[in-house]
């Protein structure tokens, strides 16, 4: 894996591209985030309009902690994969990640490689202590991505959320810490990259 490799703030995987968002990723972005079994499972409310995708992508096109998760081979965008804050910790040097996949691609492995590579990013470039994850009780898939990648169970939050739905879900938490990322965990990361 490169970090940094030939794009602008890019990370470069075997098959996938980290990138920030620019404007002409707009038209592919509508899809991932209008998809009501892409985003609602990610505790995200799907965008319902063209405005609302809109609304969506200026946050995201100014972050500079979320990427456009894209195809080496095509340059197709199919996901987007971000740090933000670790609402969970206070006064540490935590991040939490959060993605999405477009569905259609579900069940090949590009998540995980793309999570995999945020790991990497996370504790080589912006040093941090903590990389917490969550899904709720009933994704599993994001599960599976987040076990895959080294994340090690911290416990269930009952009752932690009321969704944009009204749905109330359990949260399944999970971090890695630094000195297990330095004690061979990003070794076996790369492996997946």
């Given at each position: 894996?490169?970090?940094?490799?030939?794009l602008?703030g890019g990370i470069?995987?075997?098959?996938?591209?980290?990138?920030?968002?620019?404007?002409?990723?707009?038209?592919?972005y509508?899809?991932?985030?209008?998809?009501?079994?892409?985003?609602?499972?990610?505790g995200c409310?799907?965008?319902?309009?063209?405005?609302?995708?809109?609304?969506?992508?200026?946050r995201?096109l100014h972050n500079?902690?979320?990427y456009?998760?894209?195809l080496?081979?095509?340059?197709?965008?199919i996901?987007?994969?971000?740090?933000?804050?670790?609402?969970r910790?206070?006064?540490?040097?935590s991040?939490?990640?959060g993605y999405?996949?477009?569905r259609?691609?579900?069940?090949r492995?590009?998540?995980t490689?793309?999570?995999?590579?945020m790991v990497?990013?996370?504790?080589?470039k912006?040093?941090?202590d903590?990389l917490?994850?969550?899904?709720?009780?009933?994704?599993?898939?994001?599960?599976?991505?987040?076990e895959?990648?080294g994340?090690?169970?911290e416990g269930?939050?009952?009752?932690?959320?009321?969704?944009?739905?009204?749905?109330?879900c359990?949260d399944?938490?999970?971090?890695?810490?630094?000195?297990?990322?330095?004690?061979?965990?990003?070794?076996?990361?790369?492996?997946q990259l």
């Amino acid at each position: 894996m490169k970090l940094f490799g030939r794009l602008r703030g890019g990370i470069e995987t075997q098959r996938l591209f980290l990138r920030r968002w620019e404007h002409k990723d707009f038209k592919a972005y509508i899809p991932i985030v209008s998809d009501p079994e892409v985003m609602t499972p990610a505790g995200c409310q799907p965008a319902g309009t063209l405005e609302a995708a809109s609304a969506m992508f200026a946050r995201d096109l100014h972050n500079d902690l979320c990427y456009a998760i894209v195809l080496r081979e095509t340059e197709e965008v199919i996901g987007r994969i971000k740090l933000q804050s670790d609402l969970r910790r206070f006064h540490v040097n935590s991040l939490s990640v959060g993605y999405e996949l477009r569905r259609d691609l579900w069940g090949r492995g590009y998540m995980t490689e793309a999570l995999a590579a945020m790991v990497t990013f996370a504790f080589e470039k912006k040093k941090v202590d903590v990389l917490a994850a969550s899904h709720y009780a009933e994704n599993e898939r994001s599960r599976r991505v987040i076990e895959k990648c080294g994340f090690k169970l911290e416990g269930v939050v009952p009752w932690a959320c009321k969704r944009f739905d009204g749905k109330i879900c359990d949260d399944v938490c999970y971090s890695i810490l630094r000195e297990d990322y330095i004690n061979g965990l990003g070794t076996n990361l790369q492996d997946q990259l």
